[in-house]
């Protein structure tokens, strides 16, 4: 738990930009909140790693998200059966089931299916809700949270210390 | 735009598929040997063990090494042993979860092989061994029993019959005489004798006189009529009580003939014992192979149908039952539907005792009904050793599971028999020493109705029977007339359903053993018949002389009702003619008619 605060912490004090982190964090809510052995994970995967977004805001999220879609599997099962017995999308579905690609993508699985537009329809939202959030935090909070005591007692911590040399060797 | 990209993170990329991608080659053989050998210990009910798996990529196919079956009734013996098993499989339908083999390879397949370890997974039924070889023989009974014995163990009908008309005849006694007391007798007469007197003697007084006391002898004679009619109906009552009680007696006479049926057959001492003995024999032994069959079948059914034969045909969205955590999966319509397991040919080679059989199995499916094809098998084999040909062929058609319909063929010519003990009593083994046969047998599976007729003809045969030194003359005949048999047919035929079914088998063999044996059984049947209905006479004798003392009693009982109603007969025919001053009367013209 300590060791996820201090992550928590360095990512957003660090200089590390707030699109950088909100991205990360939005692609972990896809990650995260379906099912992790996905085609489209994969691809996730590969955007993570390609595009310049910040791993530790991301594998943070993921952790998060994880946790979440155990509870919201309910409400994902619900909404992917309602899409995908939806009278007018049919024939869509109809057309996609046909190809290999997307029966291993499993999109016919209320859960995948739930999951994905639940987490799709939210991408762009909370990105920007993210960026608002780090950017309001540096600006407002962070002094203050650099002068509690926690975080004063967090920084002299070794594990802290170690946490943050080992950082700084990690590029961008 | 350098700003938003990593190049390195495509190189890492690379290298977690390349991690996953190895770990899954390093691990999948071990994966995939676990996932088959506890999917096939679940569905046998017993161990199925693989020695090796190995999973290949390119080109993506499976083999699999030496696979062995327990079979569940006989945990130390494989059922299936198969040396090797080689398939190419459809990569891109596996990646989506569908196994679907073009051509597989079953080499080495044998039956009925030792295990070192026992596959058993849970407690073996214990089944007593059958010690009467092939076929049980249980021979008629070769000595006559003795007589007081069997009497003294045995409820006799007749015993029974006299015993219950005893009882009965003594309760119709009882309720007769009660009923005597009731009815109008001698008293009552003496009654109506004397009113008679009294009014003739008040119509002396001439025609005036007589008018005066017709009303009276209305009255009396309207009291005679009830009495005559109350006698009438009693008496009528007690012939019918009387004839039903002589009809039993009757039967009682024929009881003991039917007592000494029932007791002869009891100790097989019947000559029909030998009618069917083929029936007697065979049956069960047919009927146990069937059950066999029904058992393995009955474990293969839900495989040839599957998770489809729920779901409807219909083209629209299905939806199937959620597992909790998982979602479910909707299903549309495909237009090249294919199930979730699919082997189009299978060739296999068998590795029998007899030898070597060869045959292709095509459509193996966990899901006809989306395939919409059958299951089809053809086996063959040539020159084997102890048969000349056998064939074997079958469908599996599951293609509408609640029609389902399966028929099985199996052809055998010059089926070699040596040694087969078909009994081993020790009073009278019987040993086929050598033989042929020709078998053909053609089953048919109609959703759970079960049809099948075998036919074999057995030729050239040398049958050795009973033991040196045999005294008993029924088992020397029998001896002697199965060394004379050189050939002889069979015919079986099973009918019913999966769960019970009736097997008839007929077979020249019985006629041949009756023509043995039948004089001999008459004789020792006759004897004893003879001796049992002496003692069953004498045993019945004396009770049989009180029933019929007791039923003699009744002739009393008879006698008394037809004294009384002669007696009021008479009491009436006499106030009729005394009470009426007829010589007077009589000479008016026309005569005169009484009002009654």
Redesign the interface.
């Known amino acids: 738990m300590i060791k996820l605060l201090a992550k928590l912490l360095r990512v957003l004090n660090s200089e590390t930009d707030p699109g950088q982190i909100s991205l990360g964090l939005c692609f972990a809510m896809v990650a995260g909140l379906t099912p992790l052995l996905s085609l489209h994970n ?1 691809v996730v ?2 955007l ?5 977004v910040n791993l530790s805001a991301f594998l943070l999220g993921l952790a998060v998200f994880t946790g979440l879609a ?1 509870l919201l ?1 309910p409400l ?2 619900s909404l ?2 309602a899409i ?2 939806a009278p007018a999308l ?1 024939e869509f ?2 057309v996609l ?2 190809s ?1 690609w997307w ?2 993508e ?1 999109f ?5 299916m ?1 999951s994905l537009a639940f987490s799709l329809g939210l991408f762009v939202p909370l990105l920007l809700v993210f960026n608002l959030l780090i950017r309001r935090y540096r600006q407002h909070v962070l002094a203050w949270v650099q002068k509690t005591r926690i975080m004063q007692m967090l920084k002299a911590s070794k594990l802290y210390q170690t946490y943050e040399t080992l950082s700084s060797w990690r ?2 | 735009m350098t700003k938003w990209l990593r190049w390195w993170g495509l190189g890492a990329f690379l290298v977690v598929v390349a991690v996953i991608g190895l770990l899954w080659i390093v691990f999948v053989d071990g994966w995939v040997k676990r996932l088959i050998e506890n999917a096939g210990t679940a569905v046998v009910g017993a161990q199925v063990e693989l020695d090796h798996a190995d999973l290949t990529v390119f080109p993506v196919g499976l083999t699999l090494t030496r696979l062995q079956v327990t079979d569940p009734q006989a945990p130390m013996t494989n059922a299936v042993e198969v040396a090797r098993i080689a398939m190419g499989l459809d990569g891109l339908n596996l990646l989506q979860r569908k196994v679907i083999v073009e051509e597989m390879s079953v080499e080495g397949v044998r039956l009925g092989t030792s295990r070192t370890t026992s596959g058993a997974v849970k407690p073996v039924q214990e089944t007593t061994a059958d010690e009467k070889g092939l076929f049980g023989i249980s021979l008629p009974s070769l000595e006559v029993p003795d007589v007081k014995t069997v009497l003294q163990h045995e409820e006799l009908e007749t015993m029974r019959l006299i015993e219950d008309l005893k009882t009965d005849l003594k309760q119709e006694k009882a309720a007769w005489e009660a009923r005597l007391q009731d009815l109008p007798g001698k008293t009552e007469v003496a009654k109506y004798k004397e009113r008679i007197r009294q009014l003739k003697a008040a119509t002396k007084g001439g025609l005036e006189g007589m008018l005066s006391g017709v009303e009276e002898v209305q009255s009396l004679k309207e009291e005679i009529d009830r009495d005559v009619q109350a006698l009438k109906d009693a008496r009528k009552a007690f012939d019918e009580k009387i004839a039903l009680l002589k009809t039993r007696l009757e039967q009682i006479k024929t009881a003991p003939k039917r007592d000494i049926q029932h007791i002869q057959a009891k100790y097989n001492l019947s000559p029909q014992g030998l009618a069917n003995m083929s029936q007697t024999l065979l049956g069960s032994e047919i009927g146990s192979w069937v059950h066999q069959g029904v058992a393995w079948y009955e474990r293969a059914k839900p495989f040839l149908e599957g998770a489809q034969a729920m779901r409807s045909r219909e083209g629209g969205p299905e939806v199937q039952k959620p597992l909790r955590g998982k979602g479910v999966d909707v299903h549309f319509p495909e237009e090249h539907p294919l199930p979730d397991f699919l082997i189009r040919l299978a060739r296999v080679s068998l590795n029998l005792a007899v030898g070597d059989l060869a045959g292709t199995i095509h459509h193996v499916t966990s899901d006809q009904p989306t395939l919409g094809k059958p299951l089809t098998f053809a086996f063959g084999g040539e020159r084997l050793k102890g048969v000349n040909a056998v064939t074997l062929e079958g469908t599996l058609n599951h293609m509408v599971p609640a029609q389902s319909r399966d028929r099985l063929t199996l052809k055998a010519k010059g089926y070699e028999l040596a040694d087969v003990a078909l009994s081993k009593d020790a009073k009278w083994p019987v040993t086929l020493q050598r033989g042929l046969g020709d078998i053909t047998m053609d089953a048919t599976l109609q959703g759970r109705a079960l049809t099948a007729q075998g036919s074999s003809h057995f030729r050239a045969l040398q049958l050795s029977a009973g033991v040196s030194g045999d005294t008993n003359p029924l088992t020397r005949s029998l001896s002697s007339a199965l060394s004379g048999i050189s050939q002889f047919s069979l015919a079986a035929e099973v009918a019913g359903t999966l769960d019970q079914y009736d097997v008839k088998v007929t077979s020249d063999f019985d006629r041949i053993l009756q023509d043995a044996a039948g004089k001999i059984v008459n004789e020792l049947a006759a004897r004893f018949g003879d001796e049992l209905q002496a003692a069953i006479s004498a045993k019945i004798a004396e009770p049989m002389k009180q029933v019929q003392e007791a039923l003699g009693e009744f002739h009393a009982i008879g006698g008394d009702l037809g004294d009384r109603f002669a007696q009021h007969n008479e009491v009436l025919n006499s106030l009729l003619e005394k009470s009426l001053p007829s010589k007077s009367l009589k000479k008016l013209p026309g005569g005169l008619k009484l009002p009654f």
């Open positions: 994969l995967l590969l993570v790693l390609v595009l310049r155990y599997d994902f099962h992917g059966l995908l017995t049919q579905w109809t089931y046909q290999i029966r291993i499993r016919h699985n209320s859960i995948v739930g590029p961008g």
